[in-house]
């Protein structure tokens, strides 16, 4: 099936820095996309949605990206701190017409490391 | 948010056997769903499930080995049957809450399994 993918399985920054993790996804039928964190040990953390009619949606130091025209979605998290250290999973979706968005296809991941 | 809990948190089973994870909503739901997570990998989907219905599988995922029940809309349990080690992988359920601009989906804690 067709799947989302990431460029970076990796990511080091230091603290107080801005980082940016990407995410490519093939299925042109996706109008919703989802960002998670997910800690070791724990369940994936909802971070920010977008749907396909917006380029872009803002939330508490968090920036979601999404250009439709090269199927690329970003999360761009300001000033990082060491609490932000965890894997990071886009994921899509598609309603098919009815009325919701709970299958989930997820990119691979990229885990961040932040130094303090 | 939907708050999840899942139990076992964590077990080590015999190949051959069979477990049962639960998962419990605190709040009603329509959909409830069941992914794996194989070590250091991504989430893959394994089955949506209603209550009132049986429970619908992705490609690649079969009732015979993980046969689910939904017997309210606050509980679901899914079951690996005749454990091999590959098997191995964190379970997660998750639930989905649709509301005028997002359908925020959230996930349980999860139940890491290793089979020997």
């Known amino acids: 099936g067709e799947s989302v993918g990431l460029h970076l399985p990796t990511l080091s920054v230091q603290e107080g820095d801005n980082s940016i993790i990407n995410c490519a996804y093939s299925?042109?039928?996706?109008?919703?996309f989802i960002w998670y964190k997910q800690e070791s040990g724990k369940g994936p953390q909802f971070i920010i949605d977008i749907r396909s009619n917006m380029d872009k949606r803002q939330g508490q130091r968090v920036t979601v990206l999404l250009n439709k025209t090269v199927k690329h979605l970003s999360l761009q998290i300001a000033a990082t701190q060491p609490g932000d250290s965890a894997v990071y999973f886009c994921a899509e979706s598609s309603n098919a017409g009815g009325t919701s968005y709970g299958k989930l296809t997820f990119g691979q991941g990229t885990i961040l490391t932040v130094h303090p | 948010s939907a708050v999840i809990s899942q139990k076992p948190s964590r077990d080590i089973c015999q190949r051959g056997t069979s477990l049962t994870i639960q998962c419990q909503v605190d709040?009603?739901?329509?959909?409830m769903f069941w992914y794996r997570q194989q070590p250091g990998q991504s989430l893959t989907l394994i089955a949506t499930a209603n209550q009132g219905s049986e429970a619908t599988y992705e490609s690649g995922f079969v009732i015979d080995k993980f046969p689910i029940s939904r017997p309210n809309l606050t509980f679901s349990t899914l079951t690996v049957s005749n454990m091999s080690p590959e098997d191995s992988s964190i379970y997660l359920c998750s639930v989905e809450e649709g509301r005028r601009s997002s359908y925020e989906q959230y996930f349980g804690p999860g139940t890491r399994l290793t089979v020997t």
């Open positions: 709040s009603q739901v329509t959909m």
């Open positions: 299925n042109s039928a996706s109008d919703y």
